[in-house]
């Protein structure tokens, strides 16, 4: 029985810091919407994406308020966005976006976790051509017909749309389009009134890797570290 307490624990425990990890991440995307266009959702379409983001996370909106309020005030952290590029171990390529105060803090933890994982980080250019900047959309799938809503977005940027289950096992559609037309796109979907439950911009890779068990740890380990880093938004690679 104190086996079993300690192993739910320690998943809880998992969890939680999962969980602190996705809205700090979301508290820097508020900040640096507000900072570049205003507090006002009405009149900061950025900052309406990152608020339905939010609610797909389940962060509260307490915590939603006061990010927004402190992001307005004139002592709000100015954060940078930079990425880095690298290889993880059996020829992984990987991508690393980070939201930062301190640039040169950030580059020294991201080189420390790729050596400490028999990784090697590159100069910029050195696997971005690897993969493609894409938007990316997911919608409840409930009452939509994919085929007839893939032929209504396509003259708004619409590239990709597929179907796909949900974290909570609910069907979803993914819907992508180019870098250029992440905007168009967004204020189609908004202007329809469609179910989006949340929307980024990824590194897509144009192809991937399939590795043994023992090679994807030795990269999944990287990647956990470099996703647990509190300057670190997004990891991406060619890992299939």
Known sequence: MGRDFENRKGAM???????A??????????????????????SNPTLR?????????????DKVEIAIKRASGAEA???????????????????????TDNPTRTIANVRMHFNKCNGNIGATG???????????????????????LELELIDDGLEELESDTGE????????????????????????RNLPVI??????LPLNTTALSEEQEADV????????QDDDVQNVFHTLA
């Open 13 to 19: 425990m998992a969890r939680w810091d999962r969980m």
């Open 21 to 42: 990890k996705v809205f700090t991440r979301i508290t820097k995307d508020i900040t640096m919407a507000v900072k570049s266009g205003g507090p006002n959702i009405d």
């Open 49 to 61: 994406r990152i608020m339905q983001n939010a609610r797909a996370a389940n962060m509260p909106k």
């Open 77 to 99: 952290v100015d954060y940078e966005e930079l990425v880095y590029e690298g290889y993880a171990p059996h020829g992984i390529a990987v991508l690393v976006e980070t939201a």
């Open 126 to 148: 050195s696997v971005n051509y690897l993969f493609k900047r894409m938007g990316v959309f997911k919608l409840t799938a409930a009452g939509l017909a994919s085929d007839e």
């Open 168 to 191: 909570n096992g609910e069907a979803i559609l993914v819907l992508r389009c180019a870098f250029a037309d992440f905007g168009t796109l967004a204020a189609a979907l908004e202007k």
């Open 198 to 203: 949340s929307s980024a911009l990824e590194y």
């Open 220 to 227: 999944l380990k990287l990647i956990d570290r470099l996703e």
